[in-house]
Each structure stands twice: as C-alpha cells, then as structure tokens.
C-alpha cells in the first residue's frame, strides 16, 4: 500500500471526459464513533459493478484518512491487496458484486477547512457539498452514485445529547460508558454530498406541518440554547415554503422529519443535505432587536431555498459537477418566485436584477467568466458563483417566459416524474420543459454553453406617414476566456409601447391581422439582427424595452434625459420604472464623472431633480419602490460602465449628487421621514420593510445636507430603535461622520452587542466599508480585536470582504495598500480555509478595468500570491486565471 506523491500541480475536470461510475452502491452502513479530536468510521458498503461502467478497478476517493482497515465480503485486505494515494483507494480485483468495509479515522478539531466533519463551537457537523465527504470515509464521491444510508451515530451523552443524521430516527441506546447512540434511516437513494450529522447540547424548537396528502411531518430547528428566542421567523419562512411548493410546483414533503440546524462556522450560507438542513447561523437566527429587515428577508428566502432544493437537488440531483446549475439555478429561480410570492413581486425583480448586474455581469466580463454549464474546472468550490447561481435562474425564468406559466409548470412536473431517484444534466431538464411543450429549444441552449454577457441593441424608428414604428434589435456577445466567437442567442424581449400621456398603445405586428389586447408583449430575438413592424400608431410612440428585465443582457438604447424621465414616470412595468430612473442618473454620472476629470464644474440637470422630488411626493408608489428609485447606483456599478474605472471621480460625482439632491428635496425627505417614523411593533411584512427602507433613505439624504440638527434626529433615531433595522441604519450614518459621536455612537453599540455575533459581524462591517480616510487603519486594527477570528467565515467576510469590495475608495488606495492587504490575508487564509481564501480573491476579479498604476499593483499583488508555496487548488486556479493574459 503506497501512498503516492499529490500531483504537482492541480488537475483540470472537463466535462467531455464524463464516464459513468464503474461501481455503484446500493446501501451505506456508517458507524460514527464521534469525538471531537478523534473520530473512528466504520463503514460497510454493497457495491456492484455498472453494467454501464467501463469495467475499470474500483476507485473510492479519500483525503486526509487515517486508514484502520479495510475487508471484502468479511476478509480483511493486506497490505498488497490494494493501492492508497493521497486521495484514492484502488482495489484492483473485486468480484461482480460485494461488500466493503473500511474503518478510518478522522480529526474534526484539526479541520478548519470547514469541508468534511468539524468542531464549530461545541457542535460537531458536517458539509460535504461537492467533494467533502471523501474527507469522512472512503467512498465514490460523486453525485451519480446514489445510494440508501442507514447512519449510527455513538458520542458522549452529557456533551452531546443531540445525534442527528438524514432521513427518520430508527432506534437508539444507552451504553455502559456514558456514551448513547441514535441510528437513521433515509429511504431516499441519495448522493454522498447529501450526507450529513450534526451532535451537539443543543435548543430544539419544534412544530408540526401537515401535507397535501394529509402526512404529519415534524419541523424542528437547532440552535444554541442562548439563541432559543431565534427560531421563529425560520420556522414560519419553512412552513410558508413547505406550503408555496406544494401549491406552485406540486411538490410534497418526503420524510417524518425535516430538521434545520444553526452552526456559527460555515463556508456558505446553508446546506440542502436530506432531512437535515445545515445552516449559516447568520441565515437562520433571527428577532426584531437583532436582525435587520434585509436578514430577515433573506433568511426567508435562503430556509426556502434549502427547503425547494429537497425537490430540485435532492430527488432529481446532478450528473456531475458540470451540471451544478440544473439544481441551482433552477432552485434561485424557485426562492425568488417564492419570494416574490411572499412579499412585493415588483421589489423581488428589482433586487434581484440590481445583484445580477453588479456581481453576475462584472463575473461574465472578466477572467473567471464561464457558462451556466461550465467546460472544465480544477476546483469546483470556485464554480458556485453568480453565474451558476443567478444567471442559471434567469435562464429558467426565460424558459418559464416562452413556455408561460402553464407549459412551464407542466415541463417542471414531466420533469420531476420523469427523472425522480436520477442524477440528471441540464440537457434532461430542457428536454422535459420541451416534451411538455412541444417546443424545440436546440437554439436556447445556447444559454448554458457560452459565457458572457449578449448585448442588445435597439433602434426604434417612427414613420408618421405610415404610422409603423419599425423596432430593430440586434445582438451580440463579447468574447470569454476560451470562447472568442459566439452564436445568437434565443432573447426574449418583454416591450410595450406608450403614448405622450403615458397610456399604453396598440402592439400589433404588421404581420398579424388582429391586435395584441396586452399592454406588454415578448418579442423573442433569434438572429443576430431582426426588425419588428409595429402598425395603427397614431402617434409616435415611447418604447419600453426588456420589460421585468425579461432577458440577462445589457441594453443599448440611445434615450436622452427627457424620454428615460417620461418611462421613470409612465411606464406601466414597475421594473421598468425603476431602471429607468437608474439609467438616468447613470447617464448624467457617467458625464458628471467626465466633468470632474477635466475639472469642470458639474451640472446635476434639473430634469433629475424635477423627477426625484415627484417621486418622493408621489404617495401612490409603493414606498419600496420610492426607496429604491431613490438610491442611486453603486460606485462599484458605476465603475463597471466606465473602460477606465477613475475611483476618486467615481466617489466625489456621487457624494456631490447625494448632496445636491439632499438640499433640494430636503424639504421632502423631512416630511416623509416625520411621517413614515412612528412607533409600531415590529413586524416582518412588505409594508412594514417599505416604510423602513425609505424612511431609512430620507435619514440618509437629511444627514447628508450636513445640517447638525440631522445628526441629532440620527441619534435619537438610534436611541429610540427596537429593531436592528433602525438602529443599524443610524450607525451606518454616524460612521461615515467624523467626530467624538460616531466614536461614542461605536463604542456603544459594541458595548450593548458584544455578546451576539450576528450583530458584532454587522459592527464590523460598518466600520469596514466606512467612507472615513482611516477605514483600512480601522480594518487592521478590528483583526486583533477579540471579536475578530480569522478561523470563523462570517467575521472574514464581514471585515476583510467587505472592505475589499464595498470599499472601493480605500481598496484601490493609488499607494496600493488595500492591494496589499488583501493579498497578505489571503495568503494566511489559505492555510487555514482555502474556500474562504479563494472567495476573497473576487476582488481583484475587475482588475483591468482600472489606470494603468492601479494594475501594476494590482497585479503585483497577484503575482504576490500566485507565487506563494503550497497554494491550495482553489487559489491556484483563480489567481492563475485572473493572471492569464
Ligand atoms: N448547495 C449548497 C452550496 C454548497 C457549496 C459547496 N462549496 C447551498 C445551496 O446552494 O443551497
Ligand atoms: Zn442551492
């Protein structure tokens, strides 16, 4: 049994050297013997060959094992019966079909990886997504392999009385020396990455969900005893979601038991494994006093997430890796519908398109872009990104636009019947949303095997004469690493058309003999360049295009101020509304931004003035929506429509504009501010979050005149909050202020907080992404304090994350010291979590898009770390990309 040498440099997957497994499992028996720094597996495995196989030796995978040893059919294996490298197990002859048993051994108080089993605090769990359970035993760890697990677990029972794994609790015991033991059962053939186990001294609240088919299912949440008074908003966002997939997608609930546990170390946010949900405990815990308005929307979303991958993910699961997006992407698709659903539709599809355009959309233009179906990987960590994530549900949303919600749901139910118990490909998927629809979607996708972003030109021409407006849309798409060329993509394009008064007109084709009786209607854009007639308008007409932004592409369409102002006013799609507004206030930045660097003075137009103050004034709009309009774009967005991103003139356009609209509308910020502040007891609804969010944008806008009286109504602000919402938002404002308040105002939320580390992560987040010149001196600072740990993901991201990306400003500092600091603590991360560390790099994804002192820096900062010895695969392959030319 030799252990071979790791290779020297890490491997690249593709996806064209996809075999099918030579063995397959039919049922798992593990053993856990659970301690905290030595944990003993014993595991028996019914292995048959494939007949699809190859016939090749049986290959299991394993790292970081300390083999014990191993039997087939109850012989145990010597020494030259079978070969170890550092992160296989070969067994070259094995009969057709058999029994193994491995007993390995493994440490969860030396894991800071996270991945595999490990200790956060006194729990003891799991995270096997995609390739950890090969770090608990030996196995085929790939998501073709399903099998049954029957898992018994054995730990101390005064240090962990709770011993929970996947599927229904069989049976369990006490033992003579202090230790007990529970055994599971999963009836549901699952893959390794669905493992899980949790032990730990924990609070458990419980309640009851009864099904469509009437069955009892017990819902019970696991947290830390101090957090008991925090369960209740997920347990309701669990039933809401248990109900929404049944009524929405048909889908029922398949086990006794669904369970949800909150752990406060945790790579990402939460973890879908069968029955057993593990959870960010920042994505769980909430109350009034603790969690803002956007956690508790988001841990809405993300319990409905997990929840809906039971169906998408778990009983129809992946191929292979290269498929990730066929559970994910159609999952976010399902949380958002489902979110949508919950609260303000409108809201939903504006933030949601907000995140896509500035994460997805800077990930598609650089050096990491990759298709919702990627070709070839090193690490598959790396590849849970915005584009598998965001953009895959964008490209079943569009699926669900060309079907209509009836097709699509009838694709969805071919598809869940068809594949159940299968690990499938996203051809399957798209396979099934045709069959159901009789549809051919050859051309669609297109979506899943090129990169990039389609650019979406429009050119609308109006014949008074012939009363036809001609509309021509053309496409195109920039090129990607690997992919220089790019073929049409399927668009559709949601439009409407609108009379001077903003009332909607005929849309009717040239080529049809009646009129469309809809005020919106998709265009769907297969060349590379089409021309739609539209006829009977008497009058030349304001095109509103891509509709609830019905495609993921950029939209080229000269408008001047005036038009985009009419839309931000008439348009009868609210998300339309919205971006047109947005479109308008980048357009007179962008220029502003151009004024600034040849120093000119800068001319806010009135026009935008005129716009904001009926916005503000209008109370007809949901004040969401009036929140929302009101913000204005990201510097970080900004900076991505500029080919040169200039930071400085980015951060002084936009403090000026913030400022010039603050004195301006003062009056009615005051106003609304005075009326939408009342005492009410916090309650988690669309309207109450409404009157918050844009209560919260007017505070902003009143401390941004400058006026001190401002400062003081911040403060009382702050003093008088019961809910974190408020209260944060005030910080958030303090800090940005220089004086002995905004010390005081720190010190004192830290002092009244100190004990709960979902509020301290957001104490540390304020501080990071502060607009004062000594946020990176604070940064370095708060990395010592003893709230910070550079072990925990939450306070990584709170601190260094957001610095590095939400501080743009002290980030590309011109001496390069945010440079540097990012590639050092990288550089430490790396030993200890390499996910964390890879995830870290993101912020040097833009790189080239900056003056050319600010790439050599930066540059010099990658290079820094690619040169690094023993990076982990997850560094090597992005840094390396980032670095290609
Ligand atoms: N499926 C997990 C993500 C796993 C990430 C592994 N590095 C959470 C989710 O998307 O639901
Ligand atoms: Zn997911």
Redesign the pocket.
Known sequence: MNIAEAPAQPQITRLDDYRAPDYLIDTVSLEFELDASETRVSSKLKMRRNPEGQGGPCILNGEYLTLVSIALDGKTLAGNEYQRTTDTLLLPQVPASFELEVVTLIHPDQNTAL?GLYHSGAILCT?C??E?FRRITYYPDRPDVMAVFTVTLIADAKKWPMLLANGNRQASGEMEDGRHWVRWHDPHPKPS?LFALVAGDLYCQQDQFTTMSGRQVLLEIYVDPENHNKCDHALNSLKQAMRWDEDVYGREYDLDVFMIVAVNDF??????NKGLNIFNAACVLASPETATDADFYTIQS?VG??YF?NWS?NRVTCRDWFQLSL??GF??LRDQQFSADMNSAAVQRIDDVDQLRSMQFAEDAGPMAHPVRPDSYIE??NF?TVTI?EKGAEVVGMLKTLTGPEGFRKGTDLYFSRHDGQAVTTDDFVKAIEDANQLDLTQFKRWYSQAGTPVLIVEAHYDADKQVLELTLRQSCPATPGQPEKQPFVIPVAMGLLSSSGASLPLQLDTETSAVDAETRVLTLTEQSQTFRFIHLTEEPVVSVLRGFSAPVKVKFERDNETLAFLMAHDRDSFNRWDAGQQLLIQIMLRMVEQYQSDKTLDLPEILLDRLQHVLDDPSIDPALVARMLSLPSENYLAAQMTIADVDAIHAVRKYVKQQIAQRLKAGFNTRYQALNQAQVYEFNASQMAQRSLKNVCLGYLMATGDPMQTQRCLKQMKQADNMTDLLAGLRLMVDQPGPEREHALRAFYEQWQHDRQVVDKWLTVQAVSDLPDALFRVKALLKHPAFSMKNPNNVRALIGQFCRNNPVHFHAKDGSGYRFLAEQILLLDKLNP?VAARQLGAFNSWRRYDAERQALMKKSLSDIAGAQDLSADVYEIVNKYLAD
């Open positions: 991945e995270q997504e995609a950890g990455y790579n990402m946010g939460a973890m879908e993300i997430h997990e991958h993910g559970k994910e999952t976010v598959i960590s849970y994530y996910q």
